[in-house]
C-alpha cells in the first residue's frame, strides 16, 4: 500500500453502479489492460483523459453486480484509491482483496481540487484543511499491505 | 435477548452464540460461480491452491453468456469445463442442464433453509426464500473459499420488513419488494440483513419469497430472508433429500429497524430509469411507449411468474412493434411451460422463447437494446446501459405488469387489461 497519494480528485456522484463502472459488453475477458481501457466508460467517455488516481464519490459507491471486472478496471485504468461517503459492500470487499485501498469518508463532499492522501496516518491534505478517516488495521491493512488477498494467503503460507 | 434467524444461523455454523456486529470465521455449504466470475476465480484459485476443499461444495452454473455468444465467452465455459472436470466438481450445469443459477439451486436442492452459502454473484442472497443465509462475494474471495471452506463474516443486524393483510389481484412479492426498495432507497439497507414478514408474506408462494429475497440486495443489503414454514418445508422435501435446519426468529429479537407496510395497499409497482428505488405504481405511467419487454431473469423467470404473463397474454396479441422475449429460467420450467402450452400461448401473441439464460438482464445476449429504445422486464436493475446502449432505458415490473405492457405497447397496470 502507498503512503501518500497526491492527485486532483475525479469526482462522482451517489450510487455510481458496476453497470457503469464496467458494462457488461466488455465481461467476457479477464485481461486488466484491457478491462482498464473501458473503464468508467458508460459513466463518463472523457474519463480516460481527465486525472482519475483518485476518485471521490458521493455513497453507495460501487452498487449493483458483484464484478470483481470492476475494482481490476479501475485498478488498471491508474485509480490508486477511492474515497466515498460509503461503499456497496461487495465491490468493497472485492477493493481490499484487490489491492485498491477503498476509504469511507463522511467528508468525502468536501473534497475538491489537488489533495494528497496518507493511507498510514488516516489524513487526507486538502486545500485549507485537514480531513481524518480512520486508517486501516488488522486483517485489511495486511491484505492492503501484501497488494491483495491471494498475496496475502501466499506470504501467509510462506511464513508456515 | 432473543436471536434473529440471520444470528441462529451464524450460530448454528459457528457452535457458539454469536450477535449481529460480531465477526465470525464460517464453514460454507456452498460456493457458487458462474461463467463471468468463475474464471477470474480460477485464475486466483491455481495462485493458491491444488484442490478445492469439497469438490461436492462447489457449483458452476454456464449461464450468463451462454449459448456462448462470442468466442471469448466459448473460451471460459471451455476453461471451467476443463477445471470442473479436473476437480471433480459435481454440482457442474452447463449445456441441457442448465439454468438461471438462483432458480436452479433450489429446484437442484443444493440451496436449502440454514445452510450458509456464497455465490460469485449479487443475487446470492436469493436463497434467503428458503430461510438459507446467502451473500454475493467476489471471484477473489471465491478463490479463498475454494481453498480454505471458511469465509469470514460480520454477523449483520436485521432491517425486518412486516407487511400486513392480503395482497390484491395482479400484485405480488415483485411489487411488495420494488414497494420497499422505493421506500428506503438503494442504500437503504446497507450492509444489513432484510427479514421479510407479516401475513402477506406469509400467504406469498415460495417463488414470491425468493423474488424478494433477490432483490435485497438492490436495497444494498448483505441477505434478505423469510422464515420456514410448512411451504417451505414442502418444497425443500420434493427436491432434496439431504439435511437442512429450520430457524426462526425469537419473539424478543432485537432488530435495528422495524418496517410496516399495508400490503392491501400496494398496487402493482415500476421501477424507472435509473434506480431500482426510483419506484411508482404502474398506473401512474400513462405515455411510455415499449419497444421490447423481457420475462425472465433470476428474479421472475419462475414457472408461476409464466403462469401470470399467460394469464394475461392468452387470446392476446403483443403490440406491433413491440418484442417480447420469454425466458424459462431452467430447462424444467422450460419443460413444464411447454407440456402446459404457455409456450404456445406466448407463441401465438407473438412472443420469442429464449433458452435459459441471464443474457438480455444485465445486457449479455438475447436482447440487446439500441440507443433509444425503451423495455419494461421483469429483472432486477435498471442501471444507464444495464440492458445494452447507454442512452437505453429500462423499467422493472412484474410479469403481470410486463405482459400487460406487451400487450398495449406502453407500461400498463394489469387491472388495465
Not at chain 2, 438475447?366 to 421483469?378: D, F, K, Q, R
Amino acid at each position: 500500500m502507498e503512503d501518500k497519494i497526491e492527485a486532483v480528485v475525479y469526482k462522482c456522484k451517489d450510487n455510481v453502479d458496476t453497470d457503469v463502472i464496467i458494462p457488461a459488453r466488455y465481461l467476457s475477458s479477464t485481461d486488466a489492460s484491457e478491462l482498464g481501457k473501458h473503464a468508467m466508460e458508460d459513466y463518463d467517455k472523457e474519463f480516460s483523459n481527465v486525472p482519475h488516481e483518485i476518485i471521490v464519490a458521493g455513497k453507495n459507491f460501487g452498487c449493483g453486480s458483484s464484478r470483481e471486472h470492476a475494482p481490476i478496471a479501475l485498478k488498471a485504468a491508474g485509480v490508486k484509491v477511492v474515497i466515498a461517503k460509503s461503499f456497496a459492500r461487495i465491490f468493497f470487499r472485492n477493493s481490499i482483496n484487490l489491492g485498491l485501498p477503498v476509504i469511507v469518508c463522511k467528508d468525502a463532499g468536501k473534497l475538491d481540487g489537488k489533495i494528497a492522501v496518507h493511507l498510514q496516518t488516516g489524513e487526507i491534505i486538502a486545500p485549507g484543511e485537514i480531513i481524518r478517516f480512520p486508517p486501516f488495521t488488522g486483517e485489511i491493512k495486511e491484505i492492503l499491505d501484501a497488494g491483495g488477498l491471494v498475496a496475502f494467503i501466499k506470504a501467509k503460507k510462506a511464513k508456515v | 435477548m432473543g436471536l434473529t434467524i440471520t444470528e441462529k444461523i451464524f450460530s448454528s455454523s459457528v457452535e457458539k452464540e454469536v450477535h449481529a456486529g460480531e465477526m465470525v470465521t464460517s464453514k460454507i455449504d456452498y460456493s457458487l460461480v458462474n461463467d463471468i466470475t468463475g474464471p477470474l476465480a480460477v485464475m486466483e484459485f491455481e495462485k493458491i491452491a491444488k484442490k478445492v476443499w469439497d469438490s461436492n461444495k462447489v457449483v458452476i452454473v454456464l449461464d450468463h453468456f451462454t449459448p456462448n455468444k462470442d468466442i471469448k465467452s466459448a473460451g471460459n465455459c471451455k476453461m471451467l469445463r476443463e477445471f470442473a472436470r479436473k476437480q471433480g466438481i459435481k454440482h457442474f450445469y452447463e449445456g441441457g442442464n442448465v439454468g438461471i443459477e438462483h432458480e436452479l439451486l433450489p429446484e437442484k436442492g443444493i440451496a436449502r433453509p440454514g445452510l450458509v452459502m456464497v455465490g460469485a454473484d449479487s443475487h446470492t442472497c436469493t436463497y434467503g426464500g428458503l430461510g438459507a443465509f446467502s451473500t454475493g462475494i467476489g471471484s477473489t474471495e471465491t478463490a479463498a473459499v475454494w481453498a480454505t471452506g471458511e469465509l469470514w463474516f460480520r454477523v449483520p443486524e436485521t432491517f425486518r420488513f412486516k407487511v400486513h393483510g392480503t395482497l390484491r389481484k395482479w400484485v405480488t412479492g415483485k411489487d411488495v419488494i420494488l414497494k420497499i426498495i422505493g421506500e428506503i432507497g438503494v442504500d437503504g439497507a446497507l450492509y444489513k440483513a432484510m427479514e421479510f414478514a407479516g401475513d402477506a408474506v406469509k400467504e406469498m408462494t415460495l417463488a414470491q419469497r425468493l423474488t424478494m429475497c433477490n432483490m435485497a440486495v438492490e436495497a444494498g443489503a448483505k441477505s434478505g430472508i423469510v422464515e420456514p414454514d410448512y411451504k417451505t418445508l414442502l418444497y425443500v422435501k420434493q427436491h432434496s433429500t439431504l439435511p437442512y435446519k429450520i430457524f426462526k426468529s425469537d419473539p424478543d429479537a432485537v432488530y435495528e429497524k422495524e418496517f410496516e407496510f399495508d400490503g392491501r395497499q400496494i398496487e402493482s409497482m415500476v421501477a424507472a430509469p435509473h434506480l431500482p428505488s426510483n419506484v411508482k405504481p404502474a398506473s401512474s405511467f400513462s405515455d411510455v411507449e415499449v419497444d421490447q419487454v423481457v420475462i425472465g431473469s433470476c428474479t421472475n423467470g419462475r414457472y408461476e411468474d409464466l403462469e401470470v404473463a399467460a394469464e394475461i397474454l392468452k387470446g392476446r396479441k403483443v403490440a406491433g412493434g413491440v418484442r417480447m422475449i420469454v425466458v424459462p429460467a431452467t430447462p424444467s420450467i422450460y419443460k413444464q411451460a411447454m407440456t402446459e402450452g404457455l409456450l404456445k400461448i406466448f407463441m401465438d401473441a407473438g412472443g420469442i422463447i429464449s433458452p435459459p439464460t441471464c443474457g438480455p438482464c444485465l445486457g449479455g445476449h438475447m436482447g440487446i437494446l439500441a440507443e433509444g429504445e425503451t423495455c419494461i422486464a421483469t429483472t432486477n436493475r435498471n442501471f444507464v446501459g444495464r440492458m445494452g446502449h447507454s442512452r437505453s432505458k429500462v423499467y422493472l415490473a412484474s410479469p403481470a405488469t410486463a405482459a400487460a405492457s406487451a400487450v398495449k405497447g406502453k407500461i400498463t397496470d394489469p387491472r388495465n387489461i
